[in-house]
């Protein structure tokens, strides 16, 4: 990889994970992350924390430093930034890689009702709580989320985050901040306690945060799935191992 330098965006497990794999390789890479995460798992080797400036920005960052391939390596519901790293390959006819954990598939016994996005999923709470007295709501969304909810007045929510919401989020609500990984038995308890009746999530995919999906299934309860949003064409893998292969082949 003699001459190549790999950015890597995102701060996600995956992203960590081929930072990692590409160090023992002796690729050279940066990770880029969006900061809006305090504290957040850094990634071995070079990292970068911060916009880019839209896409001209990274236009220019890529081309000042002599970046030869893009993985992108963000959430899936990352949006922007995916579509800006797009079009800055185009641009700079540069190799672009996306790596995304698989979705999570329904199982037997799962009750997912499934929207397009937070205003199909607010939609959906409404319709229970307009049937349902005193709903009680688990929302496992992110804080950029909780504001789509705060016109709903007649459901209780309870809010998990990792960092303090950005936004207001609707008036009967109990923030906790916490951070995953989560097991079945700590899930089961936390619904328990706060006798929920729907749990409001992103297809976000992997491990970490899926015990959720365990607990509701075990529960009956039923979930209010968002899906993912498209994402840019392209290659695409599900790991990090295949996206470090990916990699290697731009040598040869």
């Known amino acids: 990889m003699n001459g190549r330098r790999v950015l890597i965006l995102g701060g996600t497990a995956e992203a960590r994970s081929l930072a990692t794999l590409l160090d023992a390789a002796g690729v050279d890479a940066v990770s880029s992350l ?25 236009v220019s960052w890529l081309r000042t430093n002599e970046c030869t391939a893009i993985v992108d390596a963000t959430h899936p519901f990352a949006r922007v930034i995916s579509a800006n790293a797009a079009q800055a390959a185009e641009a700079l006819e540069l190799p672009m890689l996306t790596l995304r954990r698989a979705e999570w598939q329904a199982r037997p016994g799962d009750a997912w009702i499934e929207v397009d996005d937070m205003l199909g999923a607010a939609r959906a709470v409404s319709e229970m709580a307009a049937v349902r007295d005193d709903l009680r709501v688990f929302l496992t969304t992110g804080r950029q989320d909780v504001d789509v909810f705060k016109a709903i007045v007649d459901a ?32 089961l308890a936390l619904m328990h306690e706060h006798c929920i009746d729907v749990i409001v999530t992103k297809n976000s995919g992997g491990q970490l945060v899926s015990a959720k999906l365990d607990a509701a299934r075990v529960l009956s309860l039923p979930v209010i799935m968002v899906r993912r949003p498209s994402t840019p064409g392209g290659p695409r893998v599900h790991t990090a191992a295949e996206a470090a292969h990916w990699v290697a082949g731009l040598a040869e």
Do not use: C, M
Not at 34 to 58: E, S, T, W, Y
Not at 157 to 181: A, K, N, W
């Open 156 to 187: 209780w929510f309870l809010i998990r985050l990792v960092d303090p919401p950005e936004r207001e989020g609707p008036r009967h609500s109990t923030v906790i901040r916490s951070r995953g990984p989560y097991r079945l038995e700590g899930e």
């Open 34 to 58: 969006a900061g809006r995460v305090k504290n957040p798992a850094l990634p071995v080797g070079q990292v970068r924390v911060g916009g880019f400036g839209g896409v001209d920005g990274l």
